[in-house]
Structure formats: C-alpha cells, structure tokens
C-alpha cells in the first residue's frame, strides 16, 4: 500500500547560487559524503547532481508528511543507487526514524524515487510503500 508521495522541482540556478555563495558549508549541511563524492566526480554537471538530490530530499520530505520538521534534515536524507542501478534513498536520524513511525506493523518500508534535469529545473518523485513481511 502507497503510505506516501511527494514531489519537488528545484532550480538550478538557486542551488548553483547557495554552492557559490555558503561553498562547502552548503554540502556538508545539506548533503551525505556519497552525494557529494558523486558531484565532484561530475565536474560538469556538478550543480545539477545536486540539485536533483535536493529535489529528493524535498519530495521524500512531503512524501512523510512533516517538511523539514520534526527532526528531518536534509542530510538525514541520501540519494544511493540500488544495486540495479536505479536511484532510492538512504535514511539516517530523524529521517528514518519518521518512516518508521508510518509504517504499519507487519509491513516494511520501500522507496520509489525517480530523478530528472533540464537546465534549469531538476525534479524529483517519492512515492514510499509499505510492503507486508
């Protein structure tokens, strides 16, 4: 059963303008060091492999309900690859710990995410299930 979904389309230009401005303050508030291994190993897409993942974070965000409320934080929220290949998220602190409080007995989480870019935008969707054991 679908328990939550969430969506977000960031700019491009407003991440590119946080990273130029707060520079590595900005990443390590706001982004896992997978995440920004990623980004540095894309020099020329850097700006947007972060700003999909902020997409991500914000959809996962709306998708438990709470905003960036609670005890989630951004960096709680990591974008990862499955072993497929395909984009989900990794949880940490209270990230997790909200999924976790949605999740009926019996069940276990899973997260679709789904990501995109064209200059300037970066979107992304969660849709969060829960699966019976």
């Not at 700019?11 to 590595?24: C, F, K, P, V, Y």
């Not at 990230?95 to 909200?98: D, F, I, S, T």
């Given at each position: 059963m679908i328990i939550g979904m969430g969506s977000d389309?960031?700019?491009?230009?407003?991440?590119?303008?946080?990273?130029?401005?707060?520079?590595?303050k900005f990443e390590r508030r706001c982004?896992?060091?997978?995440?920004?291994?990623?980004?540095?190993?894309?020099?020329f897409t850097r700006v947007?492999?972060?700003?999909?993942?902020?997409?991500?974070?914000?959809?996962?965000?709306k998708a438990v309900g709470t905003g960036f409320r609670r005890g989630v934080f951004h960096k709680d929220i990591g974008v990862v690859n499955a072993p497929s290949g395909a984009p989900t998220l990794a949880l940490a602190g209270g990230?997790?710990?909200?999924l976790a409080?949605?999740?009926p007995a019996g069940h276990e989480p899973r997260i679709h995410l789904t990501l995109t870019d064209d200059h300037p935008w970066a979107q992304a969707f969660v849709i969060i299930e829960a699966v019976p054991q």
């Open positions: 389309l960031t700019n491009m230009d407003r991440i590119a303008n946080s990273l130029e401005r707060w520079g590595e982004f896992t060091e997978i995440e920004r291994a990623k980004a540095a190993r894309r020099p947007g492999t972060f700003a999909k993942r902020w997409a991500a974070k914000e959809a996962f965000a990230a997790a710990k909200r409080e949605m999740i």
